[in-house]
């Protein structure tokens, strides 16, 4: 399940976890027309946030990709909830390390 945040910089704050992407865009309609009279603040952000609530746009790729398979097996168990269980952390780093000694086994065959 997708989780989004609205980040407003003016004001310095950041409206609480929503589902859909309809309700990010209205989460920001409502702010900017209550607060600013319908202006746009400079820098406002809005995007898609891992379990843990960090943004996925200011994670280094890495640590991204762990965060989205990590989020897909947390939300096996529970898809309301935030932060991740030990076992999908633990199960998203075994995945990253699976792989790349797949793609070094390859590439080690290949040379």
Do not use: F, N
């Not at 004001?11 to 409502?30: N, W, Y």
């Not at 199960?91 to 390859?106: E, F, M, P, Q, W």
């Amino acid at each position: 399940m997708r989780r989004y945040r609205y980040r407003c910089t003016v004001c310095r704050t950041t409206s609480p976890v929503v589902h859909q992407i309809h309700d990010l865009a209205a989460e920001g309609e409502a702010h900017r027309l209550a607060l600013h009279g319908g202006h746009i603040p400079d820098d406002e952000a809005a995007g898609q946030v891992d379990r843990r609530g960090r943004w996925y746009a200011a994670l280094s790729p890495l640590v991204a990709i762990h965060a989205h398979i990590a989020d897909g097996l947390s939300d096996l168990h529970d898809t309301k909830t935030m932060g991740h269980y030990w076992w999908a952390s633990s199960g998203a780093a075994l995945i990253l390390a699976s792989a790349a000694a797949l793609i070094l086994t390859v590439v080690s065959a290949a040379l």
